[in-house]
């Protein structure tokens, strides 16, 4: 039985449930798709409404079969959208202006090619968008922007929905014609049929509380039209009813011989407006795609969602549809049921398509007052969400941006609107990240030194002078806005007379995912500071395509004043060196050695020669492996004239430096004491002079003059403590 039932995956137990939710659904959006067709075959037009509502219902056939079969989630509901659909009116309503002395056949054609134009644009735009990959720079778009076109839309679509209402669309220049007798009882029910669907769609959130109150509402108007004794024919020609509409089927092919009377300057003077159209429907598609995901809880492939949509507008529009794209609402119903199947919008298209062969009568039936109120309807549900919500849920500014880009659009168009709101959140962006500090740390030599093991007289040197070293560890995407901030910063700290003179600046560009090219004159003007006031500007960890900008404006070492390193490490370790030199000359580099340090540990010089007889003394050369990691602990070293690097394999001919130590140090300890296996390889970094000691020497030092080893391990719990206490003040100055 179970194998009659299923096939695959699918259990054929819920057609029936399956079908009959796209039925409903299917049968919930067809008012609001006549409603969009009545929006832009309204005023002039009227007499075109029934053909114009036949060539929306047959392209949006064409677009809901081809969403349901091609998106890359089964179950997908697609169709005419109420944002495209607001300016399709208002574009229609410019045209009709325009052609006011024209015949009403050429009124007709223009408008409907403007509609057909503009859908297969569009189409064709979500196609390159898709086919390219290019879906996710869309969401660059400003949030605050967004917003703003929607409520802008949500305003088209309420004085679209008093347009229908009334028979002419009011506008701030005819605002007297809302308050004449006539039209106040035309749509004061309407809109309050409008504000009831939104209070009900807000307190009740079940997908039959739209149906019902539609349902409600034509049974309120024909009782009332019963007891006032009015038959349909007085209340079609009274206005009250959609229509009339031809016998027989609402599509009709478009008479060729119409094309000739398209005047195209008009269709080319909306080209700003279908532009967009085409923007605002491929940012909404994306937002109800991004939405439908988490609501199916699968993944969903953007791009494939643009080229089904492009396919579908290309074929829709051509049909005479106004542009489309998936639904948010009406798909997450069999989403949210944990039903994933095409039979759905398949099954809410054939609705779509049996009116259109058959429902010319019933269409026809339809009081004219729920197509206005249903547009009144969708436009407040916009300006409630970013009038109303938007002020509990955005910072003020972004706020204050839609306002103002709604204002635009009431008063100058959509594009206009748009195009403010982007060049203004721009600004808004540039401003507010300016703010941002790209110094993600301030260190000096002091609390931050290199992994150069230097003997205990360099190390407090460095501690002593480390206030003449500035290290700015830099982070983002620095432009002129940031830099100018990092500019300043180092002149502040050039001018603070309470710390000690700077002498090295290292910036670090570890965490600098990109500079702007105006923001390589920021660095030109620190060099520029540099050599007024005699600092050595150290560039660190700098990729090459910065490096580049920066050399093209000869920012280089051939400068006196500049110096560019691998990393931080390398770079502290330049800054140290030279410092070094500058304040300690010969003295310094002669405490380097290993019979200096001797000479500290031991208080005799008998002790030192007895302590240097257990040891072996090794010249080597530069690139000698001394240790390699892996060998077994039999020896530690000490250093006198050699430089050694202890250094990490990440990857095949890879490596990192964890230390380099010179004379004067010892390495090797650790494995030692621990008897563990060497941890990283010693290769000597320059050639020079070391002394070993042998794990059997070390033994029989422990028990032949348990004073030496005594001394010698107060040596290296000194150089562990040191080690440790500079790790940790480094720790400290990094998280305060």
Same mark, same amino acid.
């Given at each position: 039985?179970?194998?009659?039932?299923?096939?695959?995956?699918?259990?054929?137990?819920?057609?029936?449930?399956?079908?009959?939710?796209?039925?409903?659904?299917? $049968?919930?959006?067809?008012?609001?798709?006549?409603?969009?067709?009545?929006?832009?075959?309204?005023?002039?037009?009227?007499?075109?409404?029934?053909?114009?509502?036949?060539?929306?219902?047959?392209?949006?056939?064409?677009?809901?079969?081809?969403?349901?079969?091609?998106?890359?989630?089964?179950?997908?509901?697609?169709?005419?959208?109420?944002?495209?659909?607001?300016?399709?009116?208002?574009?229609?309503?410019?045209?009709? $202006?325009?052609?006011?002395?024209?015949?009403?056949?050429?009124?007709?054609?223009?408008?409907?090619?403007?509609?057909?134009?503009?859908?297969?644009?569009?189409?064709?735009?979500?196609?390159?968008?898709?086919?390219?990959?290019?879906?996710?720079?869309?969401?660059?778009?400003?949030?605050?922007?967004?917003?703003? @076109?929607?409520?802008?839309?949500? @305003?088209?679509?309420?004085?679209?929905?008093?347009?229908?209402?009334?028979?002419?669309?009011?506008?701030?220049?005819?605002?007297?014609?809302?308050?004449?007798?006539?039209?106040?009882?035309?749509?004061?029910?309407?809109?309050?049929?409008?504000?009831?669907?939104?209070?009900?769609?807000?307190?009740?959130?079940?997908?039959?509380?739209?149906?019902?109150?539609?349902?409600?509402?034509?049974?309120?108007?024909?009782?009332?039209?019963?007891?006032?004794?009015?038959?349909?024919?007085?209340?079609?020609?009274?206005?009250?009813?959609?229509?009339?509409?031809?016998?027989?089927?609402?599509?009709?092919?478009?008479?060729?011989?119409?094309?000739?009377?398209?005047?195209?300057?008009?269709?080319?003077?909306?080209?700003? /407006?279908?532009? $967009?159209?085409?923007?605002?429907?491929?940012?909404?598609?994306?937002?109800?795609?991004?939405?439908?995901?988490?609501?199916?809880?699968?993944?969903?492939?953007?791009?494939?969602?643009?080229?089904?949509?492009?396919?579908?507008?290309?074929?829709?529009?051509?049909?005479?549809?106004?542009?489309?794209?998936?639904?948010?609402?009406?798909?997450?119903?069999?989403?949210?049921?944990?039903?994933?199947?095409?039979?759905?919008?398949?099954?809410?298209?054939?609705?779509?398509?049996?009116?259109?062969?058959?429902?010319?009568?019933?269409?026809?039936?339809?009081?004219?007052?729920?197509?206005?109120?249903?547009?009144?309807?969708?436009?407040?549900?916009?300006?409630?969400?970013?009038?109303?919500?938007?002020?509990?849920?955005?910072?003020?500014?972004?706020?204050?941006?839609?306002?103002?880009?709604?204002?635009?659009?009431?008063?100058?168009?959509?594009?206009?609107?748009?195009?403010?709101?982007?060049?203004?959140?721009?600004?808004?962006?540039?401003?507010?990240?300016?703010?941002?500090?790209?110094?993600?740390?301030?260190?000096?030599?002091?609390?931050?030194?290199?992994?150069?093991?230097?003997?205990?007289?360099?190390?407090?040197?460095?501690?002593?002078?480390?206030?003449?070293?500035?290290?700015?560890?830099?982070?983002?995407?620095?432009?002129?806005?940031?830099?100018?901030?990092?500019?300043?910063?180092?002149?502040?700290?050039?001018?603070?007379?309470?710390?000690?003179?700077?002498?090295?600046?290292?910036?670090?560009?570890?965490?600098?995912?990109?500079?702007?090219?105006?923001?390589?004159?920021?660095?030109?003007?620190?060099?520029?500071?540099?050599?007024? /006031?005699?600092?050595?500007?150290?560039?660190?960890?700098?990729?090459?395509?910065?490096?580049?900008?920066?050399?093209?404006?000869?920012?280089?070492?051939?400068?006196?004043?500049?110096?560019?390193?691998?990393?931080?490490?390398?770079?502290?370790?330049?800054?140290?060196?030279?410092?070094?030199?500058?304040?300690?000359?010969?003295?310094?580099?002669?405490?380097? =050695?290993?019979?200096?340090?001797?000479?500290?540990?031991?208080?005799?010089?008998?002790?030192?020669?007895?302590?240097?007889?257990?040891?072996?003394?090794?010249?080597?050369?530069?690139?000698?492996?001394?240790?390699?990691?892996?060998?077994?602990?039999?020896?530690?070293?000490?250093?006198? =004239?050699?430089?050694?690097?202890?250094?990490?394999?990440?990857?095949?001919?890879?490596?990192?430096?964890?230390?380099?130590? =010179?004379?004067?140090?010892?390495?090797?300890?650790?494995?030692? @004491?621990?008897?563990?296996?060497?941890?990283?390889?010693?290769?000597?970094?320059?050639?020079?002079?070391?002394?070993?000691?042998?794990?059997?020497?070390?033994?029989?030092?422990?028990?032949?003059?348990?004073?030496?080893?005594?001394?010698?391990?107060?040596?290296?719990?000194?150089?562990?403590?040191?080690?440790?206490?500079?790790?940790?003040?480094?720790?400290?100055?990094?998280?305060?």
């Amino acid at each position: 039985m179970a194998r009659i039932k299923t096939l695959g995956n699918f259990d054929f137990r819920r057609i029936l449930p399956t079908i009959s939710l796209g039925i409903v659904i299917g $049968a919930i959006d067809l008012p609001a798709i006549i409603s969009f067709a009545v929006l832009i075959y309204s005023g002039d037009l009227d007499q075109f409404a029934g053909m114009g509502i036949g060539l929306i219902l047959f392209g949006s056939l064409i677009i809901q079969i081809i969403i349901a079969l091609t998106s890359s989630i089964p179950g997908v509901i697609g169709g005419p959208q109420d944002s495209p659909a607001a300016i399709l009116g208002l574009m229609g309503m410019a045209i009709l $202006a325009q052609l006011s002395d024209a015949s009403p056949e050429t009124k007709f054609i223009t408008v409907t090619v403007t509609v057909m134009l503009t859908s297969v644009l569009s189409g064709i735009f979500f196609l390159l968008i898709g086919g390219f990959k290019l879906g996710r720079f869309v969401r660059f778009i400003p949030y605050p922007v967004v917003g703003g @076109f929607i409520a802008g839309t949500g @305003f088209l679509l309420v004085q679209g929905g008093f347009g229908v209402m009334i028979g002419t669309t009011p506008t701030i220049n005819n605002l007297g014609i809302l308050f004449t007798a006539e039209s106040l009882i035309r749509w004061i029910p309407s809109v309050i049929f409008g504000v009831a669907l939104v209070i009900g769609s807000r307190r009740f959130q079940h997908f039959l509380t739209i149906p019902i109150l539609l349902t409600a509402t034509a049974i309120i108007f024909y009782s009332i039209a019963l007891l006032n004794g009015q038959s349909l024919a007085e209340l079609r020609a009274g206005g009250w009813l959609l229509g009339p509409f031809p016998e027989g089927s609402l599509w009709r092919p478009l008479d060729l011989s119409l094309f000739s009377l398209i005047d195209w300057s008009l269709i080319a003077r909306q080209a700003s /407006n279908i532009a $967009a159209v085409a923007l605002i429907s491929i940012v909404a598609l994306l937002l109800n795609s991004n939405a439908l995901e988490l609501i199916a809880n699968r993944d969903i492939d953007l791009n494939r969602e643009l080229i089904a949509a492009g396919l579908a507008n290309v074929a829709g529009g051509v049909a005479g549809s106004s542009v489309g794209y998936p639904y948010l609402g009406f798909s997450s119903i069999p989403f949210r049921m944990n039903i994933h199947s095409r039979l759905v919008p398949l099954s809410a298209a054939a609705v779509t398509g049996f009116i259109l062969l058959f429902g010319a009568s019933a269409l026809s039936l339809v009081p004219t007052l729920i197509a206005g109120g249903i547009l009144f309807f969708l436009g407040i549900s916009f300006l409630m969400e970013w009038l109303y919500d938007a002020w509990f849920q955005l910072p003020r500014v972004d706020y204050a941006l839609v306002l103002l880009i709604l204002a635009v659009v009431a008063t100058l168009g959509f594009l206009q609107g748009v195009g403010t709101g982007i060049v203004i959140a721009i600004l808004l962006f540039v401003v507010n990240y300016s703010r941002i500090d790209i110094v993600k740390d301030a260190l000096t030599g002091s609390s931050y030194q290199s992994n150069t093991e230097r003997p205990l007289e360099h190390r407090q040197l460095i501690r002593r002078l480390g206030e003449r070293i500035q290290i700015l560890r830099l982070q983002g995407f620095v432009f002129f806005g940031t830099s100018q901030g990092l500019v300043q910063r180092v002149r502040d700290r050039i001018q603070d007379a309470n710390r000690e003179t700077m002498r090295y600046l290292i910036l670090d560009f570890q965490h600098v995912t990109a500079l702007d090219s105006s923001a390589v004159f920021s660095f030109v003007r620190l060099n520029q500071l540099a050599e007024a /006031n005699r600092f050595y500007l150290v560039l660190t960890d700098v990729n090459k395509t910065i490096k580049d900008k920066l050399f093209r404006t000869g920012l280089t070492e051939q400068e006196e004043w500049i110096r560019f390193a691998d990393n931080l490490d390398y770079g502290m370790e330049w800054c140290e060196s030279k410092m070094l030199l500058e304040e300690g000359g010969s003295t310094i580099i002669r405490a380097g =050695s290993l019979r200096a340090q001797l000479k500290n540990l031991f208080p005799s010089q008998e002790e030192i020669e007895r302590f240097l007889a257990y040891l072996e003394k090794l010249e080597v050369l530069e690139y000698h492996t001394v240790i390699r990691k892996g060998d077994p602990p039999d020896s530690m070293y000490f250093i006198d =004239s050699a430089e050694l690097t202890t250094r990490l394999e990440i990857s095949k001919d890879k490596f990192i430096r964890l230390r380099t130590q =010179s004379g004067g140090t010892m390495v090797g300890e650790m494995s030692l @004491f621990l008897k563990q296996p060497r941890s990283a390889t010693v290769v000597a970094s320059k050639p020079g002079l070391l002394y070993r000691l042998s794990l059997e020497n070390y033994n029989k030092m422990m028990q032949e003059d348990p004073d030496l080893a005594f001394h010698l391990h107060q040596w290296i719990g000194r150089v562990l403590s040191v080690r440790l206490a500079e790790n940790n003040h480094t720790l400290e100055a990094l998280l305060s």
